[in-house]
Nanobody
Framework: QVQLVESGGGLVQAGGSLRLSCAAS????????WDWYRQAAGNQRELVAR???????EYAGSVKGRFTISRDNAENTVALQMNSLKPEDTAVYYC??????????WGQGTQVIVSS
């Protein structure tokens, strides 16, 4: 049974930093990509960052240069380092793992609040 557990969210002032972590268990398939999504109140869930099995990364334009996604294959963890946070980064952040085949799996999310 695949389980993703996010941690590291919280309240931070604008300009501050947070590091989110996603710990995965039960991964028995080949992973195509690890993703971080976020969903602000009243908005659709959006992709924030992706790291593929090849190691290549993608970022939403709004976070490029401020956020960094990384992974530890041995520990089956994925992190999102968030710097220079802005109030518009306030959202629930979700970890997702994409298999090469079959449906993706989601964590339950961690709340990030950035105060101005």
């Amino acid at each position: 049974q695949v389980q993703l557990v996010e941690s590291g969210g919280g309240l931070v002032q604008a300009g501050g930093s947070l590091r989110l972590s996603c710990a995965a268990s039960g991964i028995t398939f080949r992973v195509n990509a690890w993703d971080w999504y976020r969903q602000a109140a009243g908005n659709q869930r959006e992709l924030v960052a992706r790291i593929r099995a090849t190691g290549s990364t993608e970022y939403a334009g709004s976070v490029k240069g401020r956020f960094t996604i990384s992974r530890d294959n041995a520990e089956n963890t994925v992190a999102l380092q968030m710097n220079s946070l802005k109030p518009e980064d306030t959202a629930v952040y979700y970890c997702q793992v994409e298999p090469y085949y079959g449906p993706a799996y989601w964590g339950q999310g961690t709340q990030v609040i950035v105060s101005s």
